[in-house]
């Protein structure tokens, strides 16, 4: 298969999947754990992620507008105090895994089971969300919590930040679009810094000349179209579905994972 195919399908992988509660590093990791595409750099994997941001700036152009103009209104402040808090949270926490030298995998049972498990974490958490409205408010127990998911989804391949997020605001009593939004716009200066602090770090240890930075651009442009259309469907289907058909996804994704790695296939 030709290399610029590859990163054209890694790249459409990333976008599809870094917005729904199916994990985007997971199924980058997956084909390439598997051999099934070639095996890129952790740098790669990262920064492609950094064009699905482009997706939420196109598609929440009207409200990250009204923040950046009503700079003066009170619930605006809050609002964006609590994106940086949990940004910074994030931040800080993702430099302490760092400074643990925890990496992505390189097998594919830890992602299975992260992504097995993690359908059924679905399944509890809408079950306890059901019939509730859910309030409109980002609290600031949410925001904490929230920066925490994140981080779970850092350490746990397979997770899904935006899943996650999503899910710890639900778990919390924030509705489904309200949580929706603050995760997609968390996840701005989040995915930001994570490219950025990759790239700086490719350069710092000398690393970044081995990479074909043609491909990391081709990566990223394809990531930020393919988010775009699922950022844009899926604020729709938010609005009055669960995430439950997600979850069967995860559950029969991970649990054939499992048993094709268990029983010799990834051997």
């Avoid at 590093?25 to 095996?39: F, K």
Wanted: hydrophobic share 55%; glycine share 10%; with cysteine.
């Amino acid at each position: 298969m030709p290399d610029w195919l590859a990163i054209i399908l890694l790249g459409i992988i990333e976008g599809v999947t870094e917005f729904l509660p199916i994990s985007s590093t997971g199924h980058l990791l997956i084909p390439q754990n598997l051999h099934w595409l070639p095996q890129k750099s952790d740098l790669f994997n990262v920064v492609i992620q950094s064009g699905a941001v482009l997706a939420v700036l196109a598609v929440f152009t009207q409200r990250v507008k009204h923040l950046a103009t009503t700079l003066g209104d009170p619930e605006t402040r809050d609002y964006l105090a609590k994106l940086c808090v949990s940004f910074g949270i994030t931040a800080a926490g993702g430099l302490v895994i760092k400074k643990l030298d925890i990496e992505l995998p390189e097998t594919v049972p830890p992602v299975a089971w992260a992504t097995f498990i993690g359908g059924f974490v679905i399944f509890v958490l809408e079950y306890l969300h059901k019939g509730k409205k859910g309030a409109t408010e980002i609290t600031w127990t949410v925001v904490v919590a929230v920066a925490l998911a994140q981080l779970l989804a850092a350490v746990f391949p397979g997770t899904s930040r935006s899943g996650a997020s999503i899910l710890m605001a639900l778990a919390f009593g924030v509705a489904r679009p309200a949580a929706t939004e603050f995760s997609f716009l968390l996840g701005i200066p989040t995915l930001m810094a994570a490219g950025g602090f990759k790239i700086l770090s490719a350069i710092k240890d000398g690393e970044a000349g081995n990479e074909d930075w043609a491909m990391v651009v081709l990566g990223t442009v394809v990531s930020a179209i393919s988010a775009f259309i699922v950022v844009k469907w899926l604020i729709r289907f938010v609005q009055g579905h669960t995430f439950n058909g997600f979850a069967w996804y995860r559950v029969i994704m991970g649990g054939a994972l499992l048993v094709w790695v268990y029983s010799g296939g990834g051997q």
